[in-house]
T-cell receptor, first 113, second 113 residues
Framework: QQKVQQSPESLSVPEGGMASLNCTSSDRNFQYFWWYRQHSGEGPKALM?????GDKKEGRFTAHLNKASLHVSLHIRDSQPSDSALYFCAASLFTGGADRLTFGKGTQLIIQP | EAAVTQSPRNKVTVTGGNVTLSCRQTNSHNYMYWYRQDTGHGLRLIHY???????QIGDVPDGYKATRTTQEDFFLLLELASPSQTSLYFC????????????FGAGTRLSVL
C-alpha cells in the first residue's frame, strides 16, 4: 500500500491562477512533511517543509498540514510557467536511527501561458 | 548548495550484465540514498545508509546491492541486470532526512536490453 498518496495525478492551471496539490498519508507515525519539485531533466529539489499543524507560507507557496486527518496540501498562487514541474509530497518519521523519506507518486503541474 | 554527483549519467547494458552506479557527496552528510524513478510509481527507495559501512534495505531492494565505502561514496550494484531494472536512478544525501533537506544528484538513466 502506498503510504503517501497524492492527487490529482495531473493538473493544468492558467498562468496567474492558483494551483492546489493534495497529499494524504496512511501512517500516523509520520511527523515531518515535505514538498519536492522536479523540473524535466533534473533531480528533485526541496521546495518547502512543514512539521506543525496549520499553514506555512514562503512567497507564492503555502503549505497546509492537518495531522489529525493526515492531510498535507500545497497551494501556489500567481502560477508562473516556471512552476510547471512534477511535484512530490514526502513524509518521514523520526526514529533517531535509520530514518528515510517516503515519497508519493507525484502530481504533474502544467501552467498554461 | 550541497553537491551530489552521480556517474555515469547514462548507461546501456544487456540482460545479465553487471552494472555499478556511483554516487559521491561532498557535504559530510550522514545519510545517503538510492531511489529509482518510474512513470506511475514516483520515487521508490532501493537502499540507504547512515554512515560508512552501514546499509539499510529500502522498499524495492530485490536485484540490487549497495555498498557505502566512505562517508562520501555510495554505490549501487546490479549483478545480473534485467529489463525490469530499466529506470532513472537518483542518489541523494542528507544530514537528517526528516528535518533536513534531501539533496539529489542529476540522475543516471539505465537501459537494460
Amino acid at each position: 500500500q502506498q503510504k503517501v498518496q497524492q492527487s490529482p495525478e495531473s493538473l493544468s492551471v492558467p498562468e496567474g491562477g492558483m494551483a492546489s496539490l493534495n497529499c494524504t498519508s496512511s501512517d500516523r507515525n509520520f511527523q515531518y512533511f515535505w514538498w519536492y519539485r522536479q523540473h524535466s531533466g533534473e533531480g528533485p529539489k526541496a521546495l518547502m517543509s512543514i512539521f506543525s499543524d496549520g499553514d506555512k507560507k514562503e512567497g507564492r507557496f503555502t503549505a497546509h498540514l492537518n495531522k489529525a486527518s493526515l492531510h498535507v496540501s500545497l497551494h501556489i498562487r500567481d502560477s508562473q510557467p516556471s512552476d510547471s514541474a512534477l511535484y512530490f509530497c514526502a513524509a518521514s518519521l523520526f526514529t533517531g536511527g535509520a530514518d528515510r523519506l517516503t515519497f508519493g507518486k507525484g502530481t504533474q503541474l502544467i501552467i498554461q501561458p | 548548495e550541497a553537491a551530489v554527483t552521480q556517474s555515469p549519467r547514462n548507461k546501456v547494458t544487456v540482460t545479465g550484465g553487471n552494472v555499478t552506479l556511483s554516487c559521491r557527496q561532498t557535504n559530510s552528510h550522514n545519510y545517503m540514498y538510492w531511489y529509482r524513478q518510474d512513470t506511475g510509481h514516483g520515487l521508490r527507495l532501493i537502499h540507504y545508509s547512515y554512515g560508512a559501512g552501514n546499509l539499510q534495505i529500502g522498499d524495492v531492494p530485490d536485484g540490487y546491492k549497495a555498498t557505502r565505502t566512505t562517508q562520501e561514496d555510495f554505490f549501487l550494484l546490479l549483478e545480473l541486470a534485467s529489463p525490469s531494472q530499466t529506470s532513472l536512478y537518483f542518489c541523494a544525501s542528507s544530514e537528517n532526512p526528516g528535518q533536513n533537506t534531501l539533496y539529489f544528484g542529476a540522475g543516471t538513466r539505465l537501459s537494460v536490453l
